[in-house]
């Protein structure tokens, strides 16, 4: 596609509902990664896909966060009995190889409520 | 293990002047990449400068240049001639080697006014 594509834009989710954001990353992009970025503040690391394998999730907050990419291409980052911290807006990056220019997509704004 | 500060919250420019946006960051990695990105209010990062840390010579991109100051752990982004499409949202980010895996500040919010 044209550029990285993440859906929904927006989601509103009760406290303790289980959401799933997807990624649409451009085509032939290996590098995929996930961050988090909490209002008014910079976004931070959550996860990296190389291909299917997912190489580094050092920043996933805890367990209730899983994140897959199971044909290399498309990603899924669920969140599981969403809490109110983790509102945020959730931005998903992909690029031809890991030492080129990430491409981000327009992330989800996630509001647990 | 790596971190990233920006201590100007938020910044204006007159249209057509010229801004400096500070930087400092810390990491114990001995090569390192640097980043300036902006962020519209669409939230959409885009990619504005790269540096490399082992490359002596300042990057530029046409209005855009950075002072990289790598004793001081400094790198600071210089906007010439500012335009009202400017104001957005910057943040200084930094990778470990050539990875991807950025390290963001907290942003400072420019304004550029007519």
């Known amino acids: 596609g044209a550029g990285v594509s993440q859906s929904p834009r927006y989601k509103v989710a009760k406290r303790g509902q289980d959401v799933a954001l997807r990624c649409d990353p451009i085509?032939?992009?290996?590098?995929l990664f996930w961050y988090q970025q909490a209002l008014g503040q910079g976004p931070e690391f959550l996860t990296y896909f190389q291909n299917e394998a997912q190489l580094d999730k050092s920043g996933l907050p805890s367990d209730r966060f899983f994140a897959e990419r199971p044909e290399g291409s498309v990603s899924t980052l669920k969140i599981q009995r969403t809490q109110q911290e983790d509102s945020a807006v959730y931005l998903c990056?992909?690029?031809?190889?890991?030492?080129?220019?990430?491409?981000f997509g327009q992330g989800t704004r996630l509001t647990v409520v | 293990a790596q971190t990233v500060t920006q201590s100007q919250p938020e910044m204006s420019v007159q249209e057509a002047e010229t801004v400096t946006l500070s930087c400092t960051y810390d990491?114990?990695?001995?090569?390192?990449?640097l980043f300036w990105y902006k962020q519209p209010p669409s939230r959409q990062m885009i990619l504005v400068i790269r540096?490399?840390?082992?490359?002596?010579q300042n990057a530029t991109e046409n209005r855009f240049s950075v002072n990289f100051q790598k004793a001081a752990k400094s790198f600071s982004l210089k906007i010439s001639d500012s335009q009202l499409g400017d104001t957005a949202m910057y943040f200084c980010a930094s990778a470990a080697n050539a990875g991807n895996m950025l390290t963001f500040g907290g942003g400072t919010r420019l304004m550029v006014k007519p």
């Open positions: 990491t114990s990695e001995n090569n390192y990449y």
């Open positions: 990056a992909s690029s031809l190889e890991v030492e080129t220019e990430a491409f």
């Open positions: 085509s032939g992009h290996v590098s």
């Open positions: 540096q490399e840390a082992y490359k002596q």
